[in-house]
T-cell receptor
C-alpha cells in the first residue's frame, strides 16, 4: 500500500511568493497532521485534521499560514507571503484511530 | 517549554554492542510514548511504542522501558547494527497529538 505522499520534495522560491505544499494521506486514515522541522525547534505540530475537519491549529505560526483538507485524500499547506524564516522541512503524517502516525518524506522549503 | 527532552544530541556505539537512547518528559498527561527512526531525506518511521500503564515493551532487537516516577523512557537496541545508524525521536501523546523530542543521532560503527 502506498505511504503518505508529499509534493514537491524540494521548493526554492523568493520571499513574498505564495508557497503551496501538498499531501496525500494513506487511504482509510482519518487523521492528518502537518509538522515543521527546524534545527532550533525540532519537529513541531502545526495543525491537524480529523475526518477532513481542522481540530487544532494552535501550532500555526502566523496568519500567513493556512491549511485545508477538501477531501479525505488531499490536503494543502499554504504560506502567503513567504519569508526566509519559513525555510524548513515540512512533513505530513496520517493515522487511523490514534494509531502510530505515518510520515511522508517531507518538503524541503527554502525561501530566499 | 520543552515537554519532551532528548539530552544527548548524538551517540556512537560499536556494532554488536547495546545502544541506549534516553528521553525525559514533563507532561504527566501523556498516556503513551513512541520512538521513531529517521534516515536523511526521509520521513520519520515508527519503531516501537509503550502505554503508560506498562513499564516495558519489546519488539525483536528493540526494547522500550518506561519509568513513570522519574518521567523517563529509554530505547535499547541489542545488538546494534550499522543499519541502525539514524536519528531517533521519542514522542509523548495524550490525545491524537504527539510532542516530539529533538532527536538523538545514533552512529553504529562496523
Amino acid at each position: 500500500d502506498a505511504g503518505v505522499i508529499q509534493s514537491p520534495r524540494h521548493e526554492v522560491t523568493e520571499m513574498g511568493q505564495e508557497v503551496t505544499l501538498r499531501c496525500k494521506p494513506i487511504s482509510g486514515h482519518d487523521y492528518l497532521f502537518w509538522y515543521r522541522q527546524t534545527m532550533m525547534r525540532g519537529l513541531e505540530l502545526l495543525i491537524y485534521f480529523n475526518n477532513n475537519v481542522p481540530i487544532d491549529d494552535s501550532g500555526m505560526p502566523e496568519d500567513r499560514f493556512s491549511a485545508k483538507m477538501p477531501n479525505a485524500s488531499f490536503s494543502t499547506l499554504k504560506i502567503q507571503p513567504s519569508e526566509p524564516r519559513d525555510s524548513a522541512v515540512y512533513f505530513c503524517a496520517s493515522t487511523w484511530d490514534r494509531g502510530p502516525q505515518h510520515f511522508g518524506d517531507g518538503t524541503r522549503l527554502s525561501i530566499l | 517549554d520543552q515537554q519532551v527532552k532528548q539530552n544527548s544530541p548524538s551517540l556512537s556505539v560499536q556494532e554488536g554492542r547495546i545502544s541506549i537512547l534516553n528521553c525525559d518528559y514533563t507532561n504527566s498527561m501523556f498516556d503513551y510514548f513512541l520512538w521513531y527512526k529517521k534516515y536523511p531525506a526521509e520521513g520519520p518511521t515508527f519503531l516501537i511504542s509503550i502505554s503508560s500503564i506498562k513499564d516495558k515493551n519489546e519488539d525483536g532487537r528493540f526494547t522500550v522501558f518506561l519509568n513513570k516516577s522519574a518521567k523517563h523512557l529509554s530505547l535499547h537496541i541489542v545488538p546494534s547494527q550499522p543499519g541502525d545508524s539514524a536519528v531517533y525521536f521519542c514522542a509523548g501523546g495524550g490525545s491524537e497529538k504527539l510532542v516530539f523530542g529533538k532527536g538523538t543521532k545514533l552512529t553504529v560503527n562496523p
